[in-house]
């Protein structure tokens, strides 16, 4: 099976940081990489899929790039509303979810 | 607008179990794949098991083949997830999930999820 890994598990930061979360694969699934943030006691939101397509009324300081076994989520100005838990997902076979990366005020 | 309600959920004890549901509303249910996915309490996702739009093709993570069935009823616009042989580990808060796009039949991620219901295996 293929593993996600996040990193890193958690950080610190403040409004206004630009902030880069990485997700590796264990083999490759080209570009079938999705991120998605989640609050406490919500659902998670889709932010991206196929690693740097911004799904539909998600901001634009939100982007996604890279393919093959490599990923990064970027957040260019972070606002109060995006610390949150953040996870990536590949779906080139069976969904699988990274462990996670939560993102903390400073 | 698009809604997914689950319900169903509750206390039930090792070896027991429950079935899921999930009230889907605000597109046409009949086309799209559909999802659950789990989360225990202070972890992360993981994916359960997946249904195609007629129910061709359904998918199984490892850690609940043999235990768990989903099904779904178009008519009803709704997804089921029946749960047997329930064991701790599977305590959790259980999603029900909309595939992106509509016809696909595995290698698309979720856009739409519902709240959730939790479910607790314990004696």
């Known amino acids: 099976a293929i593993r996600m890994t996040q990193s890193p598990s958690s950080f610190s930061a403040s409004t206004g940081d630009r902030v880069t979360i990485t997700c590796r694969a264990s083999?490759?699934?080209?570009?079938?990489l999705a991120w998605y943030q989640q609050k406490p006691g919500k659902a998670p939101k889709l932010l991206i899929y196929a690693a740097s397509t911004l799904q539909s009324g998600v901001p634009s300081r939100f982007s996604g790039s890279g393919s093959g076994t490599d990923f990064t989520l970027t957040i260019s100005c972070l606002q109060s509303e995006d610390f949150a838990t953040y996870y990536c997902q590949q779906y080139y076979s069976y969904p699988v979810f990274g462990q996670g990366t939560r993102l903390e005020i400073k | 607008e698009v809604q997914l309600v689950e319900s169903g959920g509750g206390l039930v004890k090792p070896g027991g179990s429950l079935r899921l549901s999930c009230a889907a509303s605000?597109?046409?249910?009949?086309?799209?794949?559909m999802n659950w996915v789990r989360q225990a309490p202070g972890k992360g996702l993981e994916w359960v098991s997946s249904i195609s739009s007629s129910s061709s093709y359904i998918y199984y993570a490892d850690s609940v083949k043999g235990r768990f069935t989903i099904s779904r009823d178009n008519a009803k616009n709704s997804l089921y997830l029946q749960m047997n042989s329930l064991r701790a580990e599977d305590t959790a808060v259980y999603y029900c999930?909309?595939?992106?796009?509509?016809?696909?039949?595995?290698?698309?991620?979720?856009?739409?999820w519902g709240q959730g219901t939790l479910v607790t295996v314990s004696s």
């Open positions: 999930a909309r595939d992106l796009k509509p016809g696909a039949v595995a290698g698309t991620p979720f856009d739409y």
């Open positions: 605000g597109f046409t249910f009949s086309s799209y794949s």
């Open positions: 083999q490759g699934i080209s570009s079938y």
